[in-house]
């Protein structure tokens, strides 16, 4: 994807993205508000764009095996739990987030959104990036991962 927008995505350790960027090895980071805060990485970067082009899910996973040896009461129980769960997770991070944004901010870096002409050509230019995928990622996973762009993609 940083490929398909002009630039050269280079893969380096999470432990060195800090010196990196200080260094001036690396231009920028992909990484979200919350860990470019924890990371410390707003002390060493003078811009932070919001571009929100990925949405990293969390999911509780149980195999088939445990779910089929559950009562249905527990079984529903594990359900309304894991709804419960995720819900307030989510509501939760949109919360930090907020806060570290705010935090950023707060340290002199300049935070800036991507507008609407400016998503809908990121969405021009990287919209070939998931069938570069076909051969790596099975046919399942990418059909799966368009029909929820195509449910939530902006």
């Given at each position: ?17 800090y010196t990196a960027?200080?260094q ?6 992909d990484?979200?508000?919350?860990l470019?805060y ?8 003078n811009y932070?764009?919001?571009?929100e ?8 996973i149980f ?11 527990l079984?529903r ?31 002199g ?7 609407d ?8 230019a990287t ?19 368009k029909r929820?762009?195509e449910?939530?993609g902006?």
């Amino acid at each position: 994807m940083i490929n398909a927008l002009g630039a050269n995505a280079t893969t380096i350790g999470f432990s060195e993205v800090y010196t990196a960027l200080q260094q001036g090895v690396v231009d920028g980071h992909d990484v979200g508000i919350g860990l470019t805060y924890t990371a410390r990485l707003h002390e060493v970067i003078n811009y932070y764009t919001i571009t929100e082009h990925c949405f990293a899910a969390n999911a509780y996973i149980f195999s088939e095996a445990f779910m089929l040896s559950l009562p249905d009461d527990l079984v529903r129980v594990l359900e309304e739990g894991t709804r419960y769960a995720l819900y307030h997770q989510r509501r939760l991070n949109a919360e930090q987030d907020a806060e570290f944004l705010e935090r950023i901010k707060a340290s002199g870096v300049q935070v800036n959104r991507l507008s609407d002409e400016e998503r809908a050509r990121w969405q021009e230019a990287t919209a070939h990036v998931i069938d570069n995928l076909a051969g790596t990622v099975s046919a399942e996973i990418l059909e799966a991962a368009k029909r929820v762009n195509e449910i939530y993609g902006n």
